[in-house]
């Protein structure tokens, strides 16, 4: 990789002087210990510029790629630079899955845990809520191993973690029996369904749940649902009580959609993993879009707020207000869930999370004209903004909204004392404690 790279959607160049690209873990350790301000890089689909850096960047993409099934202990140890899609291929015909993934399966395993990457589902933890070990190049150079058994207290603080502790190559991650899915899109979900108690049956009416609005109206345009088949994941709001019915043709006043939608209207549909009901695999349902076309709309930044789930309708009668601003700056907008969990840079951080996410047209400017409305909009509710997407909450509030986040800087500070692995947005948001 050459430097000058951008990111996926070519909204940031970044700084970097050189992009190292080792091919064995004795290369990557020796890079590291020979280069004094250090960053991995994923697959680059961040927005924000938590990868950037003015120093030198390295991938581990082109480390040996390993998927190592431990069927007693129902893990799956992964290299940390290979794609969720590709991880999935791999594991399909070992009999186990993850239990959730992404929209997307283009992104790397290292990339989304670093910063809380998620699907939906009320009952569906964050990706990084998988991770049960990583195993870490620090700033010496040395391969560290830590593990939610063996470090209850400092593992937490290690998974999600912006690359400010190391590079990571290796993470064990939880595995689930393989299971299946029939995914259905309703259209024109009404406003009346949007009250509290309803919106929470809906958040919780499949496995994994998403609401598409593009803000032309308080209805929702789009519900995506994903319903899980066999035992176990049973809803008492989903549209069907029998995993072979079909799916009635209104529900909750929406209109099952007669064809396959695409969350940005006028989008090519073929890029989205197959809707109508069918039955089919794990991965090739949980994502929306497949691995093989361009997610999302591609000519597009990014911006996502999560925030307790309970104030799910009150947050979104809120934004409701300034639809008009939304829109004009917008592709589309999703509505997800995720659960609580205890990592401590998590967004979700114990907190049953709705998260309200934007997918915005590739305008800077109108971005950032429309941030700070939706943010005074959401401040009553202390969202904390997706790591990995644009927001404009100032350091100080997002850090106040982490209790942990000085027990983060500890952990930072003891594994890269000289600060090899920050960068500019590290050292704004999460800035070295002041010595005692
Ligand atoms: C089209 C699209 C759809 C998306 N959908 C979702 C979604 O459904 N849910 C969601 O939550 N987010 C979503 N995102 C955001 C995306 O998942 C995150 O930005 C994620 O971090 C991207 O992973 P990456 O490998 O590209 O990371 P990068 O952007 O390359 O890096 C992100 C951070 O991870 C660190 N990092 C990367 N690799 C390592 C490593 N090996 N060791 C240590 N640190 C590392 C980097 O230093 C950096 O701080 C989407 C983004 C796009 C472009």
Redesign the pocket.
């Known amino acids: 990789m050459t430097p000058h790279a951008t990111?996926?959607?070519g909204t940031l160049t970044f700084g970097a002087r050189r992009v190292h690209a080792p091919t064995s873990l004795a290369e990557l350790q020796e890079i590291v210990a020979a280069t004094a301000r250090i960053?991995?890089?994923?697959?680059?689909?961040?927005?924000s510029t938590?990868?950037d850096t003015t120093a030198d960047l390295v991938s581990?993409a082109g480390l040996p790629a390993t998927v190592e099934v431990d069927a007693a202990a129902s893990t799956v140890t992964v290299s940390?630079?290979i794609r969720y899609g590709e991880l999935a291929r791999r594991l399909d015909g070992t009999g186990f899955a993850l239990a959730n993934l992404?929209?997307?399966p283009?992104?790397?395993v290292?990339?989304?845990c670093?910063?809380?990457?998620?699907?939906s589902g009320i009952a569906n933890g964050?990706l990084a809520s998988a991770v049960r070990a990583i195993e870490?190049v620090t700033a010496d150079g040395e391969l560290r191993t830590l593990s939610r058994d063996a470090d209850p207290d400092r593992f937490p603080g290690a998974v999600i973690?912006?690359?400010a502790l190391?590079?990571?190559?290796r993470l064990v991650l939880d595995v689930v029996p393989a299971f299946e899915l029939r995914q259905v899109v309703y259209q024109n979900l009404p406003a009346t369904e949007l009250g509290s108690g309803a919106l929470q049956d809906v958040l919780a009416s499949a496995y994994s749940v998403s609401l598409f609005t593009r803000w032309g109206g308080p209805q929702i345009d789009q519900v995506w649902l994903k319903h899980r088949i066999g035992p176990g994941a049973r809803f008492d709001s989903s549209p069907v009580t029998d995993d072979a019915a079909p799916f009635p043709s209104t529900w909750r006043g929406a209109r099952l959609a007669s064809s396959p939608m695409h969350p940005v209207p006028g989008m090519p549909t073929v890029s989205c993993t197959e809707q109508g009901g069918v039955p089919g695999p794990w991965h090739e349902r949980l994502p929306h879009?497949r691995l093989e076309f361009t997610?999302?709309s591609g000519e597009?930044i990014?911006t996502?707020y999560l925030l307790p789930r309970e104030h799910a309708a009150d947050a979104l009668a809120a934004l409701g207000t300034i639809r008009e601003a939304i829109a004009a700056a917008l592709h589309v907008s999703e509505i997800r869930t995720v659960a609580a969990d205890d990592l401590w840079l998590s967004p979700s951080y114990r907190r049953d999370s709705v998260?309200i996410h934007f997918t915005w047209r590739k305008d800077p400017d109108a971005v950032a004209a429309v941030l700070p409305a939706i943010e005074d909009l959401l401040a009553p509710y202390e969202p904390r903004p997706?790591?990995?997407?644009v927001f404009g909450i100032s350091p100080e509030v997002v850090r106040a909204r982490y209790p942990r986040a000085d027990d983060f800087r500890r952990l930072a500070s003891e594994l890269d004392p000289h600060g090899k692995f920050r960068n500019d947005?590290v050292d704004r948001y999460l800035p070295p404690l002041p010595l005692p």
């Open positions: 990111n996926w959607s960053r991995a890089l994923g697959t680059a689909h961040s927005f938590v990868a581990v940390a630079g992404g929209s997307l283009h992104i790397a290292g990339g989304a670093a910063t809380g990457t998620h699907g964050n870490l973690a912006l690359g190391g590079v990571v190559v879009f997610p999302s597009e990014q996502e998260a997706h790591w990995g997407k947005f």
